[in-house]
């Protein structure tokens, strides 16, 4: 029964293992292989441009690797991460670069906008 039982665990956890996303900074050239895309050039050539240029601060920056493009990259996404952040998806990040804060658009007059009375002023 106890064989039966370690041998369920083992099968949990390799389970859980395929499906944890690739950390970028501390994957070694086998687990980067193992990703959709990347061959053993591939992989190199990540942790060769880690070890030159550091750590990866977003899973977007994989595409400075020479040789991963964004087609790469969209195959890839889903399963890469940098230091527990995963990738956002596509749509997300353009979103969040066409959206400006309010503070920083410009009022249409040459006055000054006033804040509204009804509004706590935000330090």
Do not use: H
């Amino acid at each position: 029964m106890k064989k039966w039982l370690a041998a369920f665990v083992g099968m949990f956890l390799l389970c859980a293992s395929v499906f944890a996303a690739v950390d970028l900074n501390t994957a070694t050239e086998q687990q980067l292989e193992g990703l959709n895309g990347i061959g053993p050039t591939k992989a190199k050539s990540i942790v060769d441009y880690r070890t030159k240029n550091g750590a990866f601060k977003t899973p977007e920056d994989i595409m400075k690797v020479p040789g991963i493009k964004e087609g790469t990259f969209n195959k890839i996404k889903g399963d890469i991460s940098v230091g527990g952040k995963v990738a956002a998806p596509a749509a997300t990040a353009k979103s969040s670069k066409a959206t400006a804060s309010p503070a920083a658009a410009k009022p249409a007059s040459t006055k000054e906008a006033k804040p509204k009375a009804s509004a706590p002023a935000k330090k």
